[in-house]
């Protein structure tokens, strides 16, 4: 039987993957879960016990026929994937286009000794995430079959790459000092106003409400030493829930970094880097330096302070949740040089000639607030005026109302303010280089960050002027790079019209 | 209007690389296209609006406005709208890039260097064979700008453009 040597003896997952998978077929049918809660609130306990033993028991078959219609082949040449219940698929991936084996463990595969593999094809981000993906094999089959492709990738060059990685010095890795320090940084601002948010809804259970309506209206109607009293009362309040809301905020980021960056080893391999990671769910995942496209150097403004920055990668393929891989969740500026050194890349030149970018930046913002800020503000005053001199005739409901459109237009304001100033913060760190093959492009305040971009990873190049930019006589430049999440195109926001078209021409020119 | 005109195509010069070729418009046989993928576009809105009309308006004093109203908007859509697309879309090819140049409102001035390219499609709706026109689909790796068109060109003139860049496609991915 020459030919099965060639394809290889069919295989299948382990059968603990109807253990393994049905937690994640589970997870995928949120709108069942919103049926059986609504079932279980309404008092129809039973069916909702019915029903959730139906979605239990459909999804075990579902994954029954999926694991028994699941075969996998390991063939000279090619490892060939056979999947499907009613449509079967029939895939064959060569081990040319493997650029490598990203292993990932869960929490439940880790007991059991199992291993999620994705074979990492040169198929371009935004594809099918399902593209060559063993959803449990046993972890020594997986290892396994890393080496084996790792052996057929570099059989031309030399011989099998030897496992001797474990002894040599990591490129980059997280001590448990850092790794707490990073969730301290991991401090989500998002996080802390959906706290905001829920401690205003439930304010009242907790006696904590500095939205009340009524109480900001009889603030502003009681005399003065009992406004002041309140006023202290309040501001008391405030500060407690504020630090309350940090305090769990920062426990929140500790958490959530020790989750996901526990153990973080950043190794150098033959075609690039390797990375592992996590507490839970251990990943094991490779970056051929050949495709990294760009690399992203992400911080705050607190963390700049300290000099600690976020490596990341922008590679073809996706990595685990986001567009870019993270390298290096929290390093200083030595230890950014040196991680690039590994891939090839030279340092980032801190004498580059930056050049800034047009202030009309700022001002394009501020003209397209301005119809917004003007209806705020004739609001507030609107509001404030007839809450000091009311007519007559006004009656409670109306008093309370008012209160409420003169807070609402004062907040909107200030958001507003607050958008336009950081704005201008983030126009004075904001500036691109060209640093030979490559270009830097800094920008940002709160989110900073500085990208490195090769010309040679340049797909495209766009001016782009609006209706609003014209009036300021600027362009955006943006340019098309592979890989990465569609939200992150790399851009340089405001230039005048000619100074992009110079440096477009340039960029053009400097090509390789 | 001519101000405008110089303006718009003082706009899409690149300083600097003047030894390229102008800009080119697309054959004028694109603005009958885009007159039939409007008139398309709107013959939704027009039933919908007479359906309201003679459902929901009976005895309003706007009966018969949205069956006007709505027909009058897309003539003036069809009739102004494609002359107008088609005068600011323009394209060249240098030695080495692509270059196309389309929009007013939202202006947008995209290069495509040959070698950037990945893979190229000639494409032809019935609208456009009806019309002789053809719309080159260039494909890049970006994420942003992974497909660039130019339609509008005649089919000899497509293809021949295809021909060009394809003379500098190589794989840039291991």
């Known amino acids: 039987m020459a030919e099965d040597r060639a394809v290889g003896a069919p295989e299948r997952l382990h059968p603990y993957f109807l253990l393994t998978g049905l937690g994640t077929s589970l997870r995928g049918m949120l709108g069942a879960y919103a049926a059986i809660a609504y079932l279980a609130v309404t008092g129809r306990l039973r069916y909702a016990v019915i029903g959730a033993g139906l979605l239990i028991l459909f999804s075990a078959i579902g994954l029954f026929l999926y694991w028994r219609r699941f075969e996998y082949r390991v063939g000279a040449t090619e490892i060939r994937i056979d999947s499907g219940i009613v449509s079967r698929t029939h895939r064959s991936i060569p081990y040319d286009r493997i650029q490598d084996v990203d292993i990932t463990q869960g929490p439940l595969s880790r007991m059991l000794g199992l291993a999620r593999v994705k074979f990492e094809t040169g198929g371009s981000a935004g594809g099918n995430q399902e593209e060559g993906v063993l959803q449990a094999i046993p972890l020594a089959r997986a290892e396994e079959l890393r080496q084996l492709v790792r052996s057929r990738r570099s059989a031309s060059a030399a011989a099998a790459e030897p496992d001797s990685i474990e002894e040599s010095e990591p490129v980059y890795a997280m001590a448990p000092p850092r790794l707490i320090l990073a969730g301290v940084f991991n401090f989500s601002l998002a996080l802390f106003a959906g706290l905001f948010g829920v401690f205003q809804f439930f304010g009242d259970i907790l006696g904590f409400d500095p939205f009340s309506r009524v109480f900001w209206i009889r603030l502003l109607a009681a005399s003065a030493p009992l406004q002041a009293f309140l006023m202290t009362h309040q501001v008391v309040a405030v500060i407690g829930g504020l630090i309350l809301l940090a305090l769990i905020g920062v426990a929140s980021g500790i958490v959530r970094s020790v989750l996901r960056d526990y153990g973080f080893r950043l190794d150098r391999i033959e075609s690039g880097l390797r990375r592992r990671r996590g507490l839970l769910t251990r990943t094991d995942v490779s970056l051929p330096v050949k495709r990294v496209q760009a690399a992203i150097i992400g911080s705050g403004p607190v963390r700049d302070g300290f000099g600690f920055g976020e490596l990341k990668l922008q590679n073809l393929a996706r990595d685990e949740k986001q567009g870019d891989h993270v390298v290096a969740p929290l390093a200083g500026e030595a230890e950014v040089d040196h991680i690039l050194g590994e891939i090839g890349w030279r340092p980032l030149a801190r004498g580059a000639d930056w050049r800034p970018i047009s202030q009309a930046y700022v001002w394009t913002l501020a003209v397209g607030l301005s119809p917004f800020i003007l209806l705020a503000l004739l609001m507030a005053l609107a509001a404030a005026a007839t809450a000091w001199s009311p007519p007559a005739d006004l009656g409670e409901m109306v008093d309370e109302s008012l209160g409420a459109m003169l807070i609402t237009s004062l907040i909107f304001l200030t958001i507003m303010i607050v958008g336009i100033t950081v704005r201008w913060l983030a126009w004075r760190r904001s500036a691109y280089a060209l640093d030979g093959d490559r270009i830097l492009v800094k920008g940002g305040w709160w989110k900073r960050r500085i990208v490195i971009l090769p010309l040679a990873k340049i797909q495209s190049i766009d001016i782009q002027e609006s209706f609003v930019s014209r009036w300021f006589g600027i362009s955006s430049m943006q340019f098309g790079v592979a890989g990465g999440s569609g939200f992150s195109a790399h851009n340089i926001p405001a230039l005048p019209r000619e100074t992009a078209r110079k440096f477009r021409t340039e960029l053009i020119v400097s090509m390789p | ?174």
């Not at chain 2, 102004?80 to 323009?90: E, N």
């Not at chain 2, 390219?117 to 709706?125: W, Y």
């Open chain 2, 1 to 174: 209007m001519t101000a405008e005109l110089d303006d718009f195509q003082a706009m899409a010069e690149l300083p600097g690389d003047e030894d390229g070729p102008p800009l080119e418009h697309v054959h004028p046989g694109y603005k009958n296209v885009l007159r039939v993928r409007m008139l398309v576009i709107w013959i939704a809105p027009i039933i919908a609006a007479a359906i309201l009309d003679s459902a929901v308006l009976e005895d309003s004093m706007f009966r018969w406005l949205p069956t006007i109203a709505v027909p009058l908007l897309a003539a003036i859509a069809i009739t102004v709208a494609p002359q107008r697309i088609y005068r600011r879309l323009r394209y060249r090819l240098t030695d080495r890039l692509l270059h196309v140049v389309r929009g007013w409102l939202f202006h947008t001035d995209t290069v495509v260097p040959f070698v950037r390219v990945q893979h190229l499609d000639v494409t032809r709706g019935p609208v456009e064979k009806l019309f002789g026109t053809a719309t080159l689909v260039v494909h890049t790796a970006g994420t942003h700008n992974s497909i660039v068109t130019v339609p509008g060109l005649a089919p000899d003139r497509a293809a021949e453009i295809r021909d060009v860049i394809r003379e500098h496609i190589r794989t840039d991915f291991d």
